[in-house]
């Protein structure tokens, strides 16, 4: 190493020390106290090993997607056990991709096409349904049970319609697995594509496998509220499929048809050999492009980040449960006004852990957060409870979108369809039953916070809050 290296070396490890001990100081001097500060339903948890890691990157200043983002992808496929996943820039992103990718020509007779159905959740988050619509296929809603917060599966028979049902995309509510035993089962029956939303549920499982692998693809988020995070960011998960893999990375590529990583040229040997299209023969293979994509890649940096935090995946993991289970404990009291939810196929809980229904599979969540749906014989009603918590300094949210097709665009679709007079091909959803799950989960369901950045000392004050709103509205009817 030259005189010149071994400063530069030494310079960096300066900043890298000097970064460490500023982080550090201010983790050591930020301290919050509940009730006097904000509680939050979710948040950022990190140390200055992430802020040393996005620092040295960003002194490296690849800054596109380069050797941090292959080293994140390859570190969460080991972790998930799947066949590749790669970054994007969100969960939204992940989504719209996933979708994308099966409207492929290079699937044939498999490949989504404008008015294949799409089987889905009304209860959940928009852009697990947005890109569905946006890519001109139908979903069909099934209802949800309130008590797990995830669909029902019952309905799924109702909904399928052959040759026109293709897909089943569906989310695990706050890390709850849906019963991934029985949508298999449909999906491989009816040879229909099984994408899990696993934004808010990495590292929960199902039948003591990870969710985001029964499936063909899955997709992630790494937000902050996440299970971890990289700012923003997400990533689609290819679990068995090779194939699935190009079509991914294309539509996330500007739709390119070559594979080659940033800063690569010739991965496959023949960049001036291929005929593609009405292409001349030897056009550059780096720019041609087999389907209509976009660019959603994150950064290096952020990758970066993400190595750090995929580390501490299991300790957070554990946190998750560890206060889902505290606050399950300490609201006990407050059982006559909530139902509490319960893990899919589990009939009960106890403070000795769950009971399950005989010769069922066992899930064990890794909680995105703490369901409350109010009992309709309540003496105060689900935003009651919400502008009191707020008042109190404690974060809470409603359980997404609740009944989307109850929300504004979903309704302004259904009336520009029947304003048509419904001459247009077809309605753009179809619904099945009457949601009345998903109805009852929209006006009387709520959550607040598990995730790993709370402190004991902050669930007690959220759990006193909640009881002490319950007594004192009860004495209030008395």
Not at 389 to 417: A, C, D, S, W, Y
Request: proline share 6%; glycine share 8%; aromatic share 10%.
């Amino acid at each position: 190493m030259t005189a010149e290296n071994e400063n530069q070396a030494d310079l960096l490890d300066n900043i890298l020390q000097l970064t460490r001990q500023l982080v550090e100081q201010r983790l050591t001097l930020s301290t919050s106290v509940p009730g006097e500060d904000h509680v939050p339903y979710a948040g950022r948890v990190y140390d200055s090993e992430e802020v040393v890691a996005g620092v040295r990157s960003m002194l490296d200043f690849w800054l596109t997607l380069g050797p941090e983002g292959a080293g994140f992808e390859r570190e969460l496929t080991d972790f998930l056990g799947v066949r590749n996943s790669l970054l994007l820039n969100s969960g939204s992103s992940a989504n719209l991709v996933a979708i994308a990718s099966l409207t492929s020509h290079k699937l044939g007779e498999r490949a989504l096409q404008p008015k294949d159905e799409i089987i889905t959740a009304a209860v959940g988050f928009p852009t697990t349904v947005g890109p569905i619509i946006q890519h001109g296929c139908i979903p069909v809603f099934l209802d949800s049970d309130p008590q797990t917060g995830n669909v029902r599966v019952e309905q799924l028979e109702d909904a399928f319609v052959s040759g026109r049902t293709k897909a089943v995309f569906i989310a695990h509510t706050l890390g709850n697995p849906f019963d991934l035993e029985t949508v298999t089962q449909f999906c491989n029956e009816h040879a229909l594509w099984l994408i899990e939303d696993n934004c808010d549920a990495l590292g929960s499982r199902y039948d003591n496998r990870f969710t985001g692998t029964f499936g063909d693809l899955s997709t992630q988020s790494f937000y902050p509220p996440h299970h971890l995070t990289l700012g923003e960011g997400g990533a689609v998960n290819i679990v068995r499929d090779a194939k699935l893999k190009l079509l991914v990375e294309s539509f996330r590529d500007w739709g390119r048809d070559c594979w080659c990583s940033s800063g690569q040229d010739n991965t496959c040997g023949k960049r001036f050999q291929w005929q593609l299209g009405e292409l001349p023969e030897g056009y550059d293979h780096k720019y041609v492009y087999s389907h209509l994509g976009y660019n959603l890649k994150p950064i290096d940096p952020q990758a970066a980040i993400g190595r750090v935090q995929l580390k501490k995946l299991p300790g957070f993991g554990e946190a998750r449960r560890n206060n889902w289970n505290t606050l399950r404990r300490l609201l006990v009291p407050a059982e006559e006004f909530f139902d509490f939810m319960l893990p899919t196929h589990a009939t009960s809980w106890s403070p000795e852990g769950f009971q399950w229904k005989p010769g069922s599979p066992q899930t064990d969540p890794s909680w995105f957060g703490f369901y409350l749906l109010v009992k309709p014989s309540a003496p105060f009603s689900r935003t009651d409870l919400a502008q009191e918590l707020e008042r109190r300094n404690i974060g809470n949210r409603m359980l997404f979108g609740g009944n989307l097709v109850r929300q504004p665009v979903f309704v302004h679709l259904k009336r520009q369809f029947e304003e048509s007079g419904k001459s247009v091909d077809g309605p753009p959803f179809r619904v099945i039953g009457d949601l009345l799950g998903a109805d009852e989960i929209m006006n009387q369901a709520m959550f607040v916070g598990v995730y790993p950045g709370l402190t004991e000392e902050s669930l007690e004050y959220v759990s006193e809050v909640i009881l002490d709103f319950c007594k004192s509205q009860s004495m209030l009817v008395a």
